[in-house]
């Protein structure tokens, strides 16, 4: 569905929002407005990266909004985030996506109004890259409130729990955003070479305290995640450890009383043990012996 979103009679410049749009209606749109092929191509491919592209006075965004993943397991680009692609020169703007970004006309409203900050293309631009990267923070906070959750899990309980899989599909979201914050800072470095207000400037250096904050949170939580895999991996190995120490008392206990069961067990017809009377009191009390012997020597060493 294409949109004109402003004219210039409301503004200093044209607006076209398309949604959703069909590989041939955005060729149309290109033809019109002579839009390069080769990024027409960047707009269609779904799971294309954050990137800016300038050529013969034509801007290019790509943008990745974070949107709420269908299912728990959801950890790639395409199920994590949905894409903003934004074409501008000095007096139009065009913008293209399949979901629907309230923003869009709240941008609308402002630019329509004079002498606030989406007096130019650039401005709106900005903006947009503002609203992609807001939309990361409350995902982080989630994430975060996960984390400690499962620190709490695998710290607090007795047994150790599997865990093991929603921290890896917690370390891939995290993942998957520091991949698409750091392409976004390159957007911000070209952006910041097209400044051409203090009110502009301003509006950047703002953005770009919001990116280091939010990239800051990814950062934290990928390494965080990664702590406490390898923790939680420690810590079932060790647990896996202390049931084979408890095993290994019990199989030193039971060897030599096994040992002498067994050599008592054979059916040899001359064994001087088999007609005497103490035989079987002197073997149980044999067995008995031993067995505290091991306890003590255990006790010793600090195994029991």
């Not at 007795?158 to 979201?173: D, I, S």
């Not at 896996?240 to 040899?268: C, D, H, K, Q, W």
Request: glycine letters at 4%.
């Amino acid at each position: 569905m294409t949109e004109q979103l402003l004219a210039q009679q409301d503004c200093p410049f044209t607006w076209l929002d398309i949604t959703n749009p069909e590989a041939g209606e955005l060729q149309a749109v290109a033809a019109q407005y002579n839009l390069p092929e080769a990024l027409v191509r960047d707009c269609l491919e779904p799971n294309h990266l954050p990137k800016f592209e300038a050529t013969s006075g034509l801007s290019f965004i790509i943008l990745r909004v974070y949107a709420t993943p269908k299912h728990s397991e959801a950890d790639t680009i395409q199920e994590l985030t949905t894409k903003i692609a934004v074409f501008y020169t000095a007096d139009r703007l065009i913008t293209v996506h399949r979901r629907q970004h309230p923003v869009l006309l709240e941008l609308k409203n402002v630019a329509r109004t004079p002498g606030q900050e989406c007096s130019t293309p650039a401005e709106v631009s900005l903006h947009l890259t503002r609203y992609a990267l807001n939309s990361f923070v409350q995902p982080a906070l989630t994430l975060t409130k996960a984390l400690d959750d499962y620190e709490a899990e695998i710290f607090l309980k007795k047994e150790v729990p599997n865990a093991l899989q929603g921290l890896y599909f917690l370390k891939r979201k995290a993942s998957v955003a520091r991949q698409l914050l750091l392409l976004t800072r390159d957007i911000l470095t070209m952006l910041r070479r097209q400044t051409t207000t203090p009110a502009h400037a301003l509006l950047l250096q703002d953005t770009q305290d919001l990116h280091t904050k939010v990239e800051t949170l990814y950062q934290q939580l990928d390494g965080a995640a990664t702590n406490l895999m390898n923790l939680y991996l420690s810590l079932s190995s060790q647990r896996t450890n202390e049931a084979m120490r408890v095993l290994t008392v019990f199989s030193a206990f039971f060897l030599p009383l096994t040992f002498i069961a067994g050599i008592y067990g054979m059916n040899f017809e001359f064994m001087p043990e088999l007609t005497w009377k103490l035989g079987y009191p002197g073997v149980l009390v044999s067995m008995v012996l031993i067995s505290v012997g091991i306890y003590v020597w255990f006790k010793r060493k600090g195994w029991v």
